[in-house]
């Protein structure tokens, strides 16, 4: 069935570590979007894509980065992990004016 | 700063019963409103969106829009238990290639 997938679903890591998250999505849209959910913040913008080798920075982009080299992928990397990024993640993607719609989400702690 | 303002609850409702979920945003400039679903341990569902001043229906579910106001609101009726979740608005300022602004949610439980 077409839909978003994340991978993994569930991984725990140590500071200092690279950690990559993937994001894949079947619709063909254009926008894809990575998110992150903490208790007390809710849902906050890490970064974005427009389409493929087109990225932009959200709210909070600060130690992560993210590249788009097809349409239907959009990998997001912690390059030096660090136990405040413990959270869950969560990948979207969009068309045009369309909502988003969310992956199940990466659980991550950092230890 | 674009901020999206939720009672975080816990609002209680008996089943049967209208469910009144608000949510204000600070950015006038705002375009699109979106009303998310989120059970606990699950990615948020899409529920409703709305882009026009006024109201919006699909089965049991209500969006309201007042731009004026900066003002968005979700109606439940006939709230059934499967409702019990917490409720997320976001806003979209531009375009489909912007992010969402979400608030952080109402906690919305159905009294059986």
């Known amino acids: 069935d077409a839909g978003i997938t994340q991978s993994p679903r569930y991984k725990i890591t140590e500071t200092g570590r690279q950690v990559t998250l993937m994001c894949h999505q079947t619709w063909s849209h254009s926008y894809m979007f990575w998110y992150r959910q903490d208790l007390g913040h809710g849902l906050r913008l890490i970064y974005y894509?427009?389409?493929?080798?087109?990225?932009d920075k959200g709210e909070v982009p600060d130690g992560y980065v993210v590249s788009r080299s097809k349409t239907e992928n959009f990998p997001l990397t912690l390059e030096s992990a660090t136990r405040s990024q413990t959270s869950v993640y969560f990948c979207a993607s969009s068309e045009d004016r369309q909502p988003q719609h969310f992956g199940d989400g990466t659980r991550l702690s950092i230890l | 700063q674009k901020e999206v303002e939720q009672n975080s609850g816990p609002l209680s409702v008996p089943e049967g019963a209208i469910a009144s979920l608000n949510c204000t945003y600070s950015d006038r400039g705002s375009q699109s409103f979106f009303w998310y679903r989120q059970y606990s341990g699950k990615s948020p569902e899409l529920i409703m969106f709305?882009?026009?001043?006024g109201d919006k229906e699909d089965g049991r579910f209500t969006a309201q829009l007042n731009k004026a106001s900066q003002y968005v609101s979700l109606l439940i009726r006939d709230s059934q238990p499967s409702d019990s979740a917490t409720y997320l608005c976001a806003v979209r300022s531009g375009g489909g290639a912007d992010g969402l602004t979400f608030g952080k949610g109402t906690h919305l439980i159905i009294q059986p």
């Open positions: 894509s427009a389409a493929a080798d087109i990225t």
């Open positions: 709305i882009y026009s001043n």
